[in-house]
């Protein structure tokens, strides 16, 4: 009744305020949620908005069309290349951002995701699962590696406390993560289980679940080392709820797009609770923004067995960063 309710009756505020001199980074930014943020922050007055996407030729056209309704100049919106099932292609796109084309980034939003209808292997990440390398590993990897120029922002600009926010889902409660019953407690197991393709398809309901519960993990794992009293740079989750977005295109089931077509909110709407977790501000550090206010995630989070399943995907995600970066996850801490 909570989705219902959220989905087709409450009302969620509008953008409004300044963000002149404000530098913002979003990733899948060509379409869906992450093109109608970018026309937001366009529209608000930022000075510069770099859309990280796959394929250049449609950024610039979310490009475009953001210049052309919101009357922005030619050179506030810059398209950037990442490849987020490429982790080479994440470290290349972190070594722009710090440096020196951009002075500072004061919002970051991790907005790209996928939702696939069938296993893929993503081998220019490993050959880890799409889904988790996209929504999960990728995503952590460039939180860790753009960390040290959202430091240097808040070092450089009193009063300003940047935002790495990561676009997630409610459909992180979906799962109670069947894989941490069956996998053994060793190290790298749990992650080798979920990128396995055997269990993986065994529990495919779960796997995109999966790849956002670690995320929300992670962040709140990351907060409870360092909390906002210390930490320069504020990290937090939205989650937009069901959107008309390109995500989940892959889904062949009428029943799907059915549901859908009842219950989802434009991907205009939903982009105002990335703005919202963009603003929030330092008591949204580590936490879980849901219709465009702080919430709390799933109990498969909350609970007693949550907090300590918490510590053990946070241990396998640090080795797993640790693997493709060594000294990467040294970011995370003041």
């Known amino acids: 009744m909570g989705f219902l309710y959220s989905q087709l009756l409450k009302t969620l505020p509008y953008p409004t305020g300044s963000y002149a001199g404000k530098s913002i980074i979003i990733t899948g930014g060509n379409a869906g949620l992450g093109k109608e943020a970018a026309r937001h922050y366009a ?3 930022a000075a510069r908005i770099v859309l990280a996407v796959r394929n250049l030729d449609k950024g610039h056209d979310a490009k475009h069309d953001i210049e052309a309704s919101t009357g922005c100049g030619p050179d506030i919106v810059q398209v950037w290349r990442v490849d987020m099932a490429s982790y080479q292609s994440v470290q290349a796109f972190a070594a722009r951002v710090c440096g020196i084309e951009l002075d500072r980034v004061d ?4 907005n ?3 939702a696939r209808a069938a296993y893929g292997n993503a081998r220019l990440a490993g050959g880890d699962e799409e889904m988790m390398a996209v929504n999960c590993i990728s995503t952590l990897l460039l939180a860790a590696l753009v960390m040290p120029k959202l430091k240097e922002t808040a070092a450089h600009f009193p009063g300003v406390r940047p935002v790495f926010s990561i676009t997630t889902s409610g459909t992180h409660g979906h799962t109670v993560l069947p894989q941490a019953k069956s996998a053994l407690p060793t190290e790298g197991a749990l992650l080798a289980a979920i990128n396995d393709k055997a269990t993986a398809e065994k529990h495919w309901d779960d796997q995109y679940p999966i790849s956002k519960l670690l995320t929300v993990f992670a962040v709140r794992a990351i907060a409870e080392r360092h909390s906002s009293d210390e930490f320069p740079v504020i990290l937090n989750l939205a989650d937009p709820g069901l959107c008309w977005s390109e995500l989940g295109r892959d889904y062949p089931t009428w029943g799907f797009w059915l549901i859908k077509a009842i219950l989802a909110r434009s991907t205009e709407v939903g982009s105002r609770t990335l703005l919202h977790a963009g603003a ?3 008591d949204s550090h580590g936490k879980y923004c849901d219709d465009c206010e702080i919430s709390v995630p799933a109990s498969v989070v909350t609970s007693d067995a949550g907090k300590l399943l918490q510590e053990r995907v946070w241990n396998e995600l640090v080795a797993k960063l640790e ?8 970011n995370f801490s003041k």
């Open 43 to 45: 529209r608000l007055g």
């Open 107 to 110: 919002i970051f939003h991790a």
């Open 112 to 114: 790209a995701g996928l």
């Open 280 to 282: 929030a501000g330092r």
């Open 323 to 330: 693997s493709i970066q060594p000294g990467v996850t040294g």
